[in-house]
């Protein structure tokens, strides 16, 4: 399991290619692209109601993991939030059983009720197509930046997020967002992106 802060700028984008960075930013040699699955799961929208957003993911259709996000705090383009990950219990089984992992039905548990952890159905399913490159600020790698295609249902867009890394101290991450932010902003196709995918694709089948 892993338990951190989330930090990441997200912005609406147009392109399909990674957008002209500012003096002292460049990017790394691309990494293999994936295809996510991503399911995300409430019960009479509880979770969504207290800021909590649960989400399962498929990865190239082979592993599969969950992710518990809260605490949401945005500024502009800035996301900042915790972060849960837990493998699915019998997630590498033949069975392909993908059981909500202890560590986060235990803090749902302590928040709402073990009921609830019986009640969870999918509400929105989203797949991506996501490319990735390590982002670097003065030849070290601060971030990794990523090139979101997403479907949902009849509904597609693009995302281009920006994720700290976990090592990065707040005020660095702050300073170093507000410098690759200042220079994104002035890109054509880049807006800032208020909402997360799954409030997204919620909003869009309204």
Same mark, same amino acid.
């Given at each position: 399991?892993?338990?951190?802060? #989330?930090? #990441? ?20 040699? !691309? @990494? =293999? ?34 992710? *518990?996000?809260?605490? %949401?705090?945005? /500024?502009? &383009? ?5 972060? /849960? #990950? %837990? ?7 033949? %069975?392909?059983?993908? &059981? ?26 989203? $797949?991506?197509?996501?490319? $990735? ?19 949902? =249902?009849?509904? &597609?867009?693009? #995302?281009?997020?920006? +994720?700290? *890394? %976990?090592?990065?101290?707040? !005020? +660095?991450? @702050?300073?170093? &967002? ?8 002035? +890109? ?9 995918? @799954? ?5 869009? =089948?309204?």
């Amino acid at each position: 399991m892993s338990r951190v802060r #989330e930090r #990441e700028l997200k912005y609406l984008y147009a392109l399909t290619q990674p957008p002209q960075l500012p003096e002292g930013w460049s990017l790394g040699e !691309e @990494a =293999a692209p994936l295809t996510l699955q991503d399911t995300y799961i409430d019960h009479a929208g509880l979770l969504n109601t207290r800021g909590w957003s649960l989400r399962r993911r498929e990865i190239n259709g082979g592993e599969t993991g969950y992710t *518990l996000k809260r605490g %949401a705090r945005t /500024v502009g &383009a800035l996301h900042n939030r915790e972060e /849960v #990950e %837990a493998l699915a219990r019998n997630a590498s089984s033949t %069975a392909r059983s993908s &059981a909500l992992p202890a560590e986060i039905s235990d803090l749902i548990m302590d928040e709402f009720s073990a009921k609830l952890t019986t009640q969870l159905q999918p509400t929105v399913t989203l $797949t991506q197509q996501r490319r $990735t490159w390590p982002l670097m600020h003065t030849g070290v790698t601060v971030a990794i930046c990523s090139i979101d295609q997403v479907q949902c =249902a009849s509904d &597609a867009w693009c #995302e281009l997020e920006i +994720e700290f *890394l %976990a090592s990065l101290g707040e !005020e +660095e991450v @702050a300073q170093l &967002a507000k410098e690759i932010d200042d220079a994104l902003r002035n +890109e054509p196709g880049v807006s800032p992106g208020t909402e997360s995918k @799954a409030e997204r694709a919620r909003r869009l =089948a309204l």
